[in-house]
Structure formats: C-alpha cells, structure tokens
C-alpha cells in the first residue's frame, strides 16, 4: 500500500445504506451535575473510517469511555447492530466486537513480541491440570496475523518495548483484528509519534477498514484524519459542532471547526483591531456554518 492508497478503500466497498454496527442517537453523559456530554450522534459502519475530533475538554475521552463499556450513558441511545445496549464492563463491550486501542497500548514493555499479541489470551495445550503454553503456535499465529496485516518483524522474540511507536500501533491493531474486532476504537493513534511513524499507523488503519472493521478513529490532528476518514464528527464542549462525510467538508473548513474557527471569526471585527494580528486569512462566521447533518451518518 502506498501514501496514495492510504485514502482510498481498495477492498471492501462501503456504502452509506449499510447498517451501522455502531450508532449513538443523541447520547450523552452527566457526571452529577457536570454534562460531559450532550445529544451526539453517530455511526460506525463496517469498512469506514469515523473520525471524531476535538480539542481536550471536547469530550472524546467520554465518548470513548461510553462505546468501549467503561461508562453508561446518562441519556439517549447507545446501538450495537440496531439493539439498544448498555455495557457494564469492557469486556461485555468487546464480546459484542468493540475493541479499543488505548494510548499506552497496554502492553508489556520487556515481554516479547509474540506473548504481547496474546496477552491475557494465551493459548495452551495438554490435559487439565497440566495445561501448558503452547508457545509454538503462538508463535506461528502472531506471526501470520501481523503479515496479514502488513508488518513484517524480522524477531518476534524482541521484546515489544524496542519497536517504535507506531509499530506498537500496528501490533495492537493486528491483536485486535485477530481477536474478533468488528470495531477499532483508536484513541490518538498519532498524538506522541513523529511524521513517518505517524504515516505508518495511518497505513495500517487504512488496512483494517478493508479489511472490513468500522473505525473509531479519535484524534485532534485533522491533517491525519483527512487522510483515513470517511465521515468526520467534530466535539466541542461536549457537543456535536459538526458531522459530515468526506465529500461535504474540506480539509481547510475541517482544520477550521477544530481550531475554534467559528469562534474566531466571530470577534473578526474585534481583532481586527488590535495591533499585530492578522485577520485576513481569518474566514468569515457565515462561511463556518457547515450545520450538523439532520440526518447523520446511520440515519441516512
């Protein structure tokens, strides 16, 4: 797969009249009397990349925590494959196929490679009480899966803290996809990674949507989303500011809506008139008001 190719689905054809695995219908979620979150909409396809984007405070952090079972929402509804669900742990979330990838990855840095990919999940063999690891397949197994996936370890025996940033990514990527993901949540795949290493976790995105995953790909770089995504959802202040698929927004008008743009181009005037800022290249508020779909991606 080449740079160019990270932007297209090449495999799967997604359209929008597939059911979303995922949908979230005016959901939102009260600590006390904190909103953390309040009527956001969305949905995750099989083969689609759904990139939510936000400043911190947006948000993202409890949206994630709401699809991946860590919190209940307080209000509207949460869907998995049309039926109205609300997980109780994680693990409930990942046995109906929601599997999500944490920053830290959660991995342990001096174990090898391969023990890392099945980690709480370890295969065995022998009668019971004997039972043993059964490391060769593990071996194999690991192996097999991360080629499918593109990424070739010279050594599996490595221990994971020596690969790079993104390849940590990609690893978790793969263990999800082999344990039955039928969605990836992503949270900042790219946040603490360079330009290139960031290039390869957005390769290996672009791998598993064609290979049929719906994407959660939670971020604050546009630049990167603009990349991958299919549809895009921008938070702000726990709301939904906006949502779009890929042929209603620019690059330039998201990059605006995730950088306040709105904001600033309602104290045009005011800025104007102090020394030292430009506001030329500030848009103007009627041409950043790219409404929230009334019909969002999953109610189309």
């Known amino acids: 797969m080449t740079t160019a190719d990270i932007g297209k689905n ?19 979620k009260s600590y006390g009397n904190i909103r953390a979150l309040h009527g956001v909409d969305l949905a995750v396809r099989p083969g689609r990349v759904t990139c939510v ?6 948000g993202k952090s409890t949206l994630i925590k709401i699809i991946s ?5 307080t209000e509207g509804e949460f869907l998995v494959d049309g039926e109205p669900v609300r997980f109780s742990t994680p693990r409930e979330a990942l046995d109906r196929g ?32 004997v039972r043993r690891l059964d490391i060769a397949r593990m071996k194999k197994t690991a192996d097999e899966e991360l080629r499918n996936m593109g990424i070739v370890l010279d050594d599996l025996e490595q221990p994971i803290g020596t690969l790079s940033g ?27 990674l360079g330009v290139k290493q960031s290039g390869v976790v957005l390769k290996y995105i672009a791998a598993a949507r064609e290979r049929g995953l719906g994407v959660i790909f939670i ?13 895009f959802s921008v938070l702000r202040l726990g709301t939904l500011e906006l949502s779009a698929s890929r042929d209603e927004v620019s690059l330039e008008e998201l990059t605006n809506h995730m950088a306040g743009g709105a904001e ?37």
């Open 10 to 28: 090449n495999g799967q054809v997604a359209t929008d009249d597939q059911a979303p695995v995922v949908e979230l219908r005016g959901t939102g």
């Open 166 to 192: 993104g390849q940590r990514q990609c690893v978790a990527i793969a263990r999800a996809v082999y344990f039955g993901a039928r969605v990836l949540i992503l949270d900042e795949p790219t946040a603490a």
């Open 219 to 231: 971020t604050h770089n546009p630049h990167h989303a603009y990349m991958v995504g299919d549809h």
């Open 69 to 73: 079972g860590l919190h209940q929402h």
């Open 264 to 300: 600033l181009a309602a104290l045009k005037h005011e800025l104007a008139q102090v020394g030292g800022v430009d506001v030329e290249e500030l848009p103007e508020e009627a041409d950043l008001q790219a409404p929230v779909a009334a019909s969002p991606e999953g109610n189309s």
């Open 98 to 129: 929601i599997a999500t990838v944490y920053q830290d990855l959660a991995t342990v840095p001096l174990m090898p490679v391969w023990r890392n990919f099945f980690l709480g999940s370890e295969m065995t063999k022998g009668p019971w009480p």
């Open 53 to 58: 984007l936000g400043d911190n405070g947006a």
